[in-house]
C-alpha cells in the first residue's frame, strides 16, 4: 500500500494556502480522501475509520468550532501517520494531555498544530507579542482553534524566552519550553506560585503575575530571580484539575546570567 | 464587435481571436509610451494613478489566489456533495441490534485489520454500544467494505 503522508506544509503549496483564513479543514480533509461528517456522538469527541485508500471522520456536532477543528487536524493527523486500516476515538482527554509520550495520539496532536497554525503564517502574527494567555486566546479566535494547541504553537515559536507547564494535583503533565532556554521546571509547583494555589482549590487569582522564579525552576540561583506567571484552571471531563501555566522571563537577566555560569 | 451577443458557444475561437485583436489594438500604443507619459496621460483623465496601480495589483493577486487554490475549491465541492449524499443515503442494514452486532462480527472475522482496529480503539469487542456497532457498520458501508465483503462471498 502507497505511503499516504503529506505534511501540512506540502498540503499548503498543493492547495495554495496562504493565510489562516484559507484553512479548510473539510476541503483539506477531503483533498487527503478522508471525508469529515458531524454527528452527535457519545463518549469521544471525534473519531476516524479507515479502509483502502479512504477514511470517514466523524465529528462531535455539539462541540465547538474551534474544539471541532482541533479534531480534524487530530484525526487527519491519525490517517496521515498511521498506515493500513485504522480506527480511533478519540476524547477531550488526549487533545488536553497526550503531548508527552511518543505514541499515534501525540503524532495526531502535532500533526494537527502543524496543521492549524502553521510556522509561516503564525510567527509573524504572534511577533512582539506579551506571552500570555490574552494573546493566546487571541491567537486562537485568529486560527479558530483550540488553546493548548496555540500556547504550545506561541512557546514554540520562540519569539521571547518562555514555557507553557500543564499540571494537574500530585504531578506534571507535560511542558515546552522555547528552544533558546535551557532550564527545567519542578515536578511540581511550589508554594509562591499562581498555579499552586489554583491546584488546591483557589477559584479565582489575578494573572499574570510576577513570582519567584524558585517556585517554578529546578535550579539552585532560581531564588534570586523573578518570572511572569499566567495560569488558570483548566477542568476537562477526566481530568477536572488540570492546571495550564506560562511562564515568561520578562527579565531575561536570569537566563543571560545561568548562560554565563554555564560558560564559566 | 458586440462582444456580449457573441455566440460563444459555437464559435469560441473565433470569438477569442477577435478580443485578441482588440487588447492588441489597445495596447500596442500604450507599450510605445513612457512611463510618464502614461502616468500623465492618467492624470488627465481623471484618474489617480496610485490608486489605479493598487487596484490592478489586488484584482491580479485575486486571480494567481484563484488559480492556485483551484483544487481547494474542488475538493470543498466534492466535499459537500459527498456529504450531501451521505444524508440522503439509507444504510441497508439489518432490522435488530443483534443482528446487527452479529453483521459487524462477520467483517472482522473476514477483514482482521478491521477488526484489530476497532478492537484497539475499543479494547473489547463486546464493550460496542448498540450506537457504535450501527456507526460503525455505516461507516464501513460508505467505505465500500460492506460491498467488498458481498463480491469476495459472490465470487467464491
Known amino acids: ?264 | 464587435m458586440d462582444l456580449g451577443r457573441a455566440n460563444v458557444a459555437n464559435e469560441p475561437k473565433k470569438v477569442i481571436d477577435e478580443l485578441c485583436n482588440v487588447m492588441d489594438t489597445v495596447s500596442d500604443p500604450l507599450l510605445q509610451m513612457s512611463d510618464d507619459q502614461v502616468l500623465a496621460e492618467t492624470v488627465a483623465s481623471g484618474e489617480n494613478p496610485e490608486q489605479s496601480a493598487a487596484e490592478v495589483k489586488g484584482l491580479l493577486l485575486i486571480a494567481v489566489k484563484d488559480y492556485r487554490q483551484r483544487r481547494l475549491r474542488s475538493a470543498q465541492e466534492e466535499y459537500e456533495r459527498e456529504a450531501f449524499a451521505s444524508q440522503q443515503r439509507q444504510a441497508a442494514l439489518p432490522d435488530t441490534a443483534e443482528e446487527r452486532r452479529l453483521l459487524l462480527s462477520l467483517v472482522c472475522q473476514q477483514r482482521p485489520e478491521i477488526g484489530n482496529a476497532l478492537t484497539l480503539r475499543h479494547r473489547h469487542f463486546e464493550e460496542l454500544t448498540d450506537a457504535d456497532v450501527e456507526s460503525s457498520l455505516e461507516e464501513l458501508q460508505e467505505l465500500g467494505t460492506l460491498d467488498d465483503l458481498r463480491n469476495d462471498k459472490d465470487s467464491q
Open chain 1, 1 to 264: 500500500m502507497a505511503n499516504r503522508y503529506r505534511s501540512a506544509q506540502t498540503l499548503f503549496e498543493e492547495l495554495g494556502i496562504s493565510e489562516p483564513e484559507d484553512i479548510q479543514l473539510e476541503a483539506i480533509a477531503q483533498y487527503c480522501r478522508a471525508s469529515v461528517r458531524y454527528k452527535a456522538l457519545e463518549g469521544c469527541e471525534a473519531r476516524i475509520t479507515g479502509y483502502g485508500d479512504r477514511a470517514i471522520i466523524s465529528v462531535n456536532s455539539s462541540s465547538r468550532r474551534q474544539r471541532q477543528r482541533f479534531s480534524i487536524g487530530h484525526e487527519l493527523g491519525h490517517w496521515m501517520c498511521d498506515q493500513g486500516s485504522i480506527s480511533f476515538s478519540c476524547a477531550e482527554k488526549i487533545f488536553a494531555t497526550e503531548w508527552d509520550n511518543s505514541n499515534p495520539e501525540r503524532r495526531a496532536n502535532r500533526y494537527a498544530v502543524d496543521l492549524l497554525l502553521p510556522d509561516p503564517m503564525f510567527r509573524p502574527l504572534a511577533k512582539g507579542r506579551d506571552i500570555t494567555f490574552a494573546t493566546v486566546r487571541d491567537l486562537a479566535d485568529r486560527f479558530q482553534t483550540s488553546l493548548i494547541a496555540t500556547a504550545i504553537r506561541l512557546v514554540e515559536t520562540g519569539w521571547l524566552p518562555c514555557m507553557i507547564v500543564c499540571n494537574e494535583r500530585g504531578r506534571r503533565r507535560w511542558f515546552f519550553r522555547d528552544p533558546d532556554v535551557q532550564l527545567w521546571p519542578l515536578d511540581q509547583p511550589g508554594s509562591g506560585t499562581i498555579a499552586y494555589d489554583l491546584l488546591r482549590g483557589a477559584d479565582h487569582v489575578e494573572t499574570p503575575t510576577p513570582v519567584c522564579a524558585d517556585g517554578w525552576i529546578d535550579h539552585k540561583d532560581a531564588r534570586r530571580y523573578e518570572l511572569q506567571e499566567d495560569s488558570f484552571k483548566f477542568p476537562i471531563p477526566n481530568c477536572p484539575d488540570l492546571v495550564l501555566s506560562l511562564l515568561w522571563w520578562k527579565d531575561e537577566q536570569q537566563l543571560l546570567d545561568l548562560d554565563e555560569h554555564e560558560e564559566s
